[in-house]
């Protein structure tokens, strides 16, 4: 059964609230971030997805 069905209607709400409830087991209710505060724009770490990286071209 698809869950974009209107089949699924009945299913939508518990199985939205399951999900809601084994997130917060899993990552409890609070959310994290990371703020990278560099003192120059350049950082020596090369992570793919940043920016600040000094091996990629600017």
Sequence with gaps: M???SPAAADYLEPI???AQRL???RFG???SFY???YL???CANDCTYCGFSMSKPH
């Design 2 to 4: 698809a869950l974009l």
């Design 16 to 18: 939205a609230q399951r």
């Design 23 to 25: 997130t917060r087991q």
């Design 29 to 31: 209710n609070t959310v």
């Design 35 to 37: 703020v990278p505060l």
């Design 40 to 42: 120059s724009n350049l």
